[in-house]
């Protein structure tokens, strides 16, 4: 559905560079920190900003070659809101019956009504919470084969982000072949949302995973000094120093959990995964 191919993007003091791929049935996550280059990744899949050098696949299609057609298939979530903080849902409701052969405008009420979304407030009037809502319901009110949801739950308390999560887990179950492409700086989305996910830094992505391997197969191992010197390390993926000893991140969870029982062995999250990736040697 998506292929990123050698992908790079250059400002004055970052630079972009990732390889990324979203296959059609799977929610994909895109993790990491603020700035790291997460939306400038989206913004560059989009046509808002322009690779330096790099390939970019929709649909089978070189970016070039999408049509207008192709892009109603295109659902979005953008940390800027792409319509003007003045104008009503009602407004709003016109501009995309305009735009999208395919937009469900009784389908869109009735999620507007479930959300207490008054379709005649402005949309400066809404609460940060309502507006994340909506931005949501628009990018999965046409019927879209791909979602690009940047930061979608963004400064939002946990209950709005459990009605925006369900909201993009019903409507991937609708279609097998629906993709989308996720990211956010809250692991727990993406533990609970995805198939997979990408973890990015500094422009780069520095890991692939399956969220069903990291949660099965990953631990955080904690040795002294004395145990980490008698440790196999050829498992390990990152060390970091802790006033205990060693605190060591591992994709096999069962070799050290057979060959270690004694050690402290603990399942990894996506939380230390990021912590130990970022700060471990």
């Known amino acids: 559905m998506l ?14 560079s990732c390889d990324l791929e979203v296959p059609a049935g799977r929610i994909t996550g895109l993790i990491g920190q603020n700035g790291a280059g997460k939306s400038t990744l989206f913004k560059t899949i989009l046509q808002l900003c322009y690779p330096d050098s790099g390939n970019i696949e929709l649909f089978g299609k070189d970016l070039k070659e999408i049509t207008e057609k192709d892009k109603q298939d295109i659902g979005v979530v953008l940390a800027e809101s792409q319509f003007s903080s003045y104008i009503t849902i009602e407004d709003v409701i016109k ?76 409507y991937m179950a609708e279609d097998e072949e629906r993709a989308a492409l996720i990211s956010s700086h809250i692991s727990t989305d993406l533990e609970t949302l995805c198939d997979d996910f990408y973890m990015i830094h500094d422009g780069k992505i520095i890991l692939h995973e399956e969220t069903d391997r990291l949660l099965s197969d990953y631990a955080i191992i904690k040795v002294s000094e004395e145990e980490y010197e008698k440790l196999d390390k050829k498992y390990l993926l990152k060390v970091k120093k802790e006033a205990f000893g060693y605190r060591c991140l591992s994709d096999q969870r069962e070799f050290y959990m057979n060959n270690y029982p004694k050690l402290v062995i603990e399942r990894s999250g996506i939380d230390e995964l990021i912590e130990l990736m970022l700060r471990g040697e």
Do not use: W
């Open 95 to 170: 501009i995309m019956k305009c735009f999208y052969e395919a937009f469900d405008e009784t389908d869109f009420r009735n999620k507007c009504a479930q959300f207490r979304l008054d379709t005649h407030k402005k949309i400066k009037e809404l609460s940060t919470g309502m507006k994340a809502k909506l931005n949501v319901l628009l990018a999965l009110s046409h019927k879209a084969k791909i979602l690009l949801l940047d930061e979608p739950t963004v400064g939002l308390d946990v209950l709005a982000r459990d009605d925006i999560l369900a909201m993009i887990r019903e």
């Open 3 to 16: 292929k990123v191919k050698e992908l790079k993007k250059t400002y004055p003091g970052f630079e972009l």
